[in-house]
């Protein structure tokens, strides 16, 4: 019988945003397996006494990314971790897409100001700023040439809390086609889900954000999945993602590009396709039996 643990964080005092988690601890309970949500800061935790760990509502360690990662690799030595450290580590840190980029993956294209660098901004399109490690939209903001001030206060901050920027142009086919969620797992294609645009012009980089507007069922076009299948390809030590979500925009030539790709804690959006849980389910039992 496998022990997993299904890797979340606490929320308190507000309860967990994490809708799947319920859903996936029965599903594998009903399965024969000994699952158990564990937060991953948990000093009583003992990570060696499971068979897997799988990583999944770790919605708050891109605060803490250092210690998040110093966890990992301690979680790693003593028990199986999906995904691999080595694999979390690089997608932690959102300077991933120049990585993609050098291996002919179209993404979104991407300047990084890190502390100290120049505040070089547009002067002749909208663009977003944002931090390369970051979640739900944290510290990002669109801004207009006009905004310029307020693109660099937003910049000084991050700066002051040794923060590395990225710099995107805004491409306003999210406004249109929205951004498509390419989910895998196993090694296979899951589902897909699309959802508006989350940042709206003149919201401010620290206020609260919807992260998932407007989510609805998606049906990839042959381009959008052949676009994820090349970024997965890409990965560096790859071989043994066993969950992975690539997110999705058009470019300007109307064609899709990688705007993130989500190999450490994705939310699944298993309430949006219930079809799904038994092969997820099946995909860690088998992960858990290696």
Excluded at 135 to 159: C, K
Excluded at 166 to 174: E, N
Aim: with cysteine.
């Amino acid at each position: 019988m496998p022990r997993v643990a299904l890797v979340t964080y606490d929320p308190r005092p507000a309860p967990s945003r994490d809708a799947d988690l319920p859903v996936l601890l029965r599903a594998l309970r009903e399965a024969g397996a000994e699952a158990e949500a564990v937060y991953w800061d948990d000093p009583e935790a003992d990570w060696a006494a499971y068979d897997l760990a799988v990583i999944r509502s770790t919605w708050d360690y891109s605060w803490r990314a250092d210690e998040f990662l110093v966890w990992a690799q301690k979680c790693a030595a003593l028990t199986r971790l999906a995904n691999p450290v080595e694999v979390v580590r690089w997608n932690t840190d959102k300077r991933y897409l120049g990585d993609l980029a050098a291996a002919g993956v179209p993404v979104v294209p991407t300047r990084y100001l890190a502390p100290g660098d120049t505040a070089d901004l547009p002067a002749d399109h909208e663009y977003v700023i944002k931090p390369t490690s970051g979640a739900g939209a944290r510290y990002a903001a669109r801004y207009t040439p006009d905004d310029h001030d307020t693109a660099v206060r937003h910049l000084a901050r991050m700066h002051a809390e040794g923060l590395t920027a990225m710099v995107q142009p805004y491409l306003t086919g999210i406004d249109v086609s929205g951004e498509r969620a390419l989910q895998f797992f196993g090694g296979h294609f899951l589902h897909a889900s699309r959802k508006g645009a989350v940042l709206t012009p003149g919201t401010a980089y620290d206020a609260a954000k919807v992260a998932h507007p407007d989510l609805q069922p998606w049906t990839p076009t042959p381009a959008e999945l052949s676009v994820a299948e090349r970024a997965l390809a890409a990965v560096p030590e790859g071989d043994d993602v066993l969950y992975a979500r690539v997110d999705l925009v058009d470019g300007p030539d109307g064609e899709p590009c990688v705007m993130e790709l989500e190999l450490v804690e994705p939310n699944l959006f298993l309430f949006l396709h219930p079809g799904s849980v038994p092969p997820v389910r099946d995909a860690i039992l088998a992960a858990a039996a290696r």
